[in-house]
């Protein structure tokens, strides 16, 4: 696996990928000590500083999604929410034809693996409220309202 890092107002974050697909970006107090990086993970890097900077508003990347049939569908659909704006976790589960599965479908979007491009932050709770973001709610606003701000 290979590593890159983007230094941003909402701390430091890590894309690590192969030399053909992006697996995931997390955001991590540190480097890894003698990481290697490649063009993959340099280019998903540079995007993620773009986007953050509010320069980007989509993304042209490799993604390597892996995970059940279920999550795939969430993560699929997670994808469709267009910049600036929210779905509900209920929205969601609704369009994957699976009403009744709102806490899986919040159970997935915790177990995405690559926060931002999967837009994870813009599934919010059915009072509209912010709920349950890996990165933590102040990141979750904050790219909320990076959004807002460029739309």
């Known amino acids: 696996l290979y590593h890159d890092y983007c230094s941003s107002e909402i701390g430091l974050i890590e894309v690590g990928g192969t030399e053909s697909e992006i697996l ?37 990347l490799p993604l390597g999604l ?25 929205d969601i589960a609704d369009a994957i034809g699976n009403p009744k599965a709102v806490r899986a479908v919040a159970r997935a979007n915790g177990d995405n693996k690559i926060a931002i491009i999967i837009p994870c932050h813009r599934v919010i709770g059915a009072n509209g409220k912010l709920v349950g973001y890996g990165g933590g709610l102040d990141r979750k606003q904050f790219l909320l309202d990076l959004e807002a701000r460029n739309s």
Request: glycine letters at 10%; proline letters at 3%.
């Open 24 to 60: 995931t970006i997390e955001f991590v107090e540190s480097q890894r000590p003698g990481y290697a990086s490649h063009a993959t993970v340099r280019e998903g890097a540079r995007q993620i500083r773009e986007y953050v900077g509010g320069e980007r508003r989509e993304f042209d």
């Open 66 to 90: 892996y995970g059940t049939d279920f999550q795939l569908r969430v993560w699929r659909q997670v994808l469709t929410v267009p910049y600036g704006q929210a779905a509900t976790y209920q």
